[in-house]
């Protein structure tokens, strides 16, 4: 079935939200040249050539289809509809019901934010107290950094009163959502491969964007400000703050803390004062495995599956930014060559500037043995019927779902006891490798930093869920 929904929604099919929400695709070249940027009202017409790839290319923001009865919606597709592997109307139900269950679970979470959206407190929303404007969100105070001109992550709600700096730690669509071309309430402050992400696919103004080096220090409204690698996906930054007053803050966007961060000078030389923390997973029950090891089980299982049957083709799910070192520890390791995936992706690829990523991929499915396909892509029947239209050039599917949310609690971190789900010549190993601190991570990071007051950005909407993250805090700062 098709799922209609707005480019808002559309964090519905993945973990981290991811680049869905396009709403308008212009080329980079038309947003070079304009001036002044367009009004709100100037939807274009027509998808530029990158934007019509971007949804028509294969991946997940492609399944995303403009519908033009509907103004300014997006419906999902089917993907084995769009290559015409697929009639319409048999689309794959489980992997329909899956969108279906995570749709109302998001829809649920969005409704216990509204309160905190709206500028309303909690029991006031409970009450059943509504905002007096509902259509102009106003920005919560968890993306506002006081004593500052400054916000964080905040682009969906216009122009923010008193905000000169707009920074963004990264670009996944839960962080950037509401940037498009037609941006122009201030500049965007980031890592060079967020800009260039930013320009080429969602054609924001080059005006508008300014491209910070992390690790050198910049003078910005009278604040020193750093970023430094979050560990996250490529691009992603910490964003460490100096106020003239001598207050320092750390906002850590979305991150996975490592023993390495805790020798970074500048946080060894300045006492943090508010930590801006993603607490993603702070809670005890997540704890998994470094990122290496899940790497090295990824290539061991590979190596083990082709051995026993050389023609399996191999599959990683992805977003269209994150999780590529597992793709390229498979190639690179048993040297399995050439990559497919789609242009869109590859053109993403190439703009990070990595050189073992050159050379490295194709665009024919046929001739590749290993292959990169959306995250949501990834089940028994869609593989199942993939693997039908390769004319025998492989007679088996491994396939990888590397997500932080496929662990499970019995796995805990021995990785050996993952069971894959298999079924005809498809086995899919859901994998945990995360781009988010596990619990014990957050802690090592909190009990290094020693804030003097830490803000969570993630999974705070409800005062329970808070006042147990201030408990585990309180806890990790007294010992
Ligand atoms: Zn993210």
């Given at each position: 079935m098709d799922l209609e929904i707005t480019a808002e929604d559309s964090t519905f099919f993945c973990e981290d939200g991811d680049e869905n929400g396009l709403l308008n695709g212009s080329s980079s070249d038309e947003a070079e040249s304009t001036s002044e940027p367009r009004s709100g009202n100037d939807r274009p017409n027509m998808l530029s050539e990158f934007a019509s790839e971007f949804y028509s290319g294969g991946s997940d923001y492609s399944s995303l289809m403009g519908n033009k009865k509907k103004n300014g919606l997006f419906v999902q597709k089917n993907l084995l509809q769009m290559w015409g592997i697929e009639k319409s109307?048999?689309?794959?139900?489980?992997?329909?019901?899956?969108?279906?269950?995570?749709?109302?679970?998001?829809?649920?979470?969005?409704?216990?934010?509204?309160?905190?959206?709206?500028?309303?407190?909690?029991?006031?929303?409970?009450?059943?107290?509504?905002?007096?404007?509902?259509?102009?969100?106003?920005?919560?105070?968890?993306?506002?950094?006081?004593?500052?001109?400054?916000?964080?992550?905040?682009?969906?709600?216009?122009?923010?009163?008193?905000?000169?700096?707009?920074?963004?730690?990264?670009?996944?669509?839960?962080?950037?959502?509401?940037?498009?071309?037609?941006?122009?309430?201030?500049?965007?402050?980031?890592?060079?491969?967020?800009?260039?992400?930013?320009?080429?696919?969602?054609?924001?103004?080059?005006?508008?964007?300014?491209?910070?080096?992390?690790?050198?220090?910049?003078?910005?409204?009278?604040?020193?400000?750093?970023?430094?690698?979050?560990?996250?996906?490529?691009?992603?930054?910490?964003?460490?703050?100096?106020?003239?007053?001598?207050?320092?803050?750390?906002?850590?966007?979305?991150?996975?803390?490592?023993?390495?961060?805790?020798?970074?000078?500048?946080?060894?030389?300045?006492?943090?004062?508010?930590?801006?923390?993603?607490?993603?997973?702070?809670?005890?029950?997540?704890?998994?495995?470094?990122?290496?090891?899940?790497?090295?089980?990824?290539?061991?299982?590979?190596?083990?599956?082709?051995?026993?049957?050389?023609?399996?083709?191999?599959?990683?799910?992805?977003?269209?930014?994150?999780?590529?070192?597992?793709?390229?520890?498979?190639?690179?390791?048993?040297?399995?060559?050439?990559?497919?995936?789609?242009?869109?992706?590859?053109?993403?690829?190439?703009?990070?500037?990595?050189?073992?990523?050159?050379?490295?991929?194709?665009?024919?499915?046929?001739s590749s043995p290993l292959h990169v396909l959306p995250l949501s892509f990834l089940g028994l029947e869609n593989l199942n019927k993939y693997l039908e239209t390769l004319n025998q050039r492989f007679n088996a599917v491994l396939a990888f779902r590397p997500t932080g949310w496929t662990f499970s609690e019995a796995t805990g971190s021995k990785l050996d006891m993952i069971k894959p789900t298999s079924r005809g010549n498809v086995t899919i190993f859901g994998v945990p490798y995360s781009e988010h601190s596990s619990f014990n991570e957050l802690r090592d990071f909190v009990k290094f930093l020693r804030p003097e007051k830490i803000i969570p950005t993630v999974n705070a909407s409800s005062s329970g869920s808070r006042d147990k993250m201030q408990a585990l805090f309180n806890n990790w700062l007294k010992s």
């Amino acid at each position: 079935m098709d799922l209609e929904i707005t480019a808002e929604d559309s964090t519905f099919f993945c973990e981290d939200g991811d680049e869905n929400g396009l709403l308008n695709g212009s080329s980079s070249d038309e947003a070079e040249s304009t001036s002044e940027p367009r009004s709100g009202n100037d939807r274009p017409n027509m998808l530029s050539e990158f934007a019509s790839e971007f949804y028509s290319g294969g991946s997940d923001y492609s399944s995303l289809m403009g519908n033009k009865k509907k103004n300014g919606l997006f419906v999902q597709k089917n993907l084995l509809q769009m290559w015409g592997i697929e009639k319409s109307g048999a689309a794959d139900s489980s992997e329909s019901r899956v969108s279906m269950e995570n749709r109302k679970r998001k829809k649920s979470e969005n409704e216990k934010e509204q309160w905190a959206v709206f500028g309303l407190n909690q029991k006031e929303f409970e009450k059943g107290k509504k905002p007096a404007i509902v259509q102009s969100r106003s920005c919560p105070f968890y993306k506002k950094i006081p004593g500052t001109p400054f916000t964080v992550d905040a682009f969906r709600y216009g122009a923010i009163e008193g905000c000169s700096a707009y920074f963004l730690s990264h670009f996944h669509y839960d962080h950037y959502g509401g940037l498009s071309k037609r941006w122009c309430h201030g500049p965007i402050y980031c890592t060079s491969i967020t800009a260039r992400l930013l320009n080429i696919c969602l054609s924001v103004n080059k005006r508008y964007i300014c491209a910070l080096e992390l690790d050198k220090e910049y003078e910005i409204e009278g604040v020193k400000v750093m970023l430094i690698e979050a560990n996250h996906c490529p691009g992603a930054a910490l964003i460490h703050l100096r106020l003239r007053d001598g207050r320092t803050y750390l906002h850590t966007g979305d991150f996975r803390a490592s023993k390495s961060m805790q020798s970074h000078p500048i946080l060894l030389s300045y006492h943090v004062n508010v930590l801006y923390l993603d607490t993603t997973y702070c809670n005890p029950k997540y704890r998994f495995p470094s990122k290496e090891e899940v790497i090295d089980f990824v290539v061991r299982t590979t190596r083990k599956y082709l051995q026993k049957q050389p023609k399996t083709l191999i599959v990683v799910g992805a977003y269209s930014i994150g999780k590529e070192r597992v793709y390229l520890a498979i190639s690179q390791s048993l040297q399995i060559l050439p990559i497919y995936t789609d242009a869109s992706r590859r053109r993403i690829l190439e703009s990070f500037g990595w050189s073992e990523l050159s050379g490295r991929f194709s665009n024919s499915r046929h001739s590749s043995p290993l292959h990169v396909l959306p995250l949501s892509f990834l089940g028994l029947e869609n593989l199942n019927k993939y693997l039908e239209t390769l004319n025998q050039r492989f007679n088996a599917v491994l396939a990888f779902r590397p997500t932080g949310w496929t662990f499970s609690e019995a796995t805990g971190s021995k990785l050996d006891m993952i069971k894959p789900t298999s079924r005809g010549n498809v086995t899919i190993f859901g994998v945990p490798y995360s781009e988010h601190s596990s619990f014990n991570e957050l802690r090592d990071f909190v009990k290094f930093l020693r804030p003097e007051k830490i803000i969570p950005t993630v999974n705070a909407s409800s005062s329970g869920s808070r006042d147990k993250m201030q408990a585990l805090f309180n806890n990790w700062l007294k010992s």
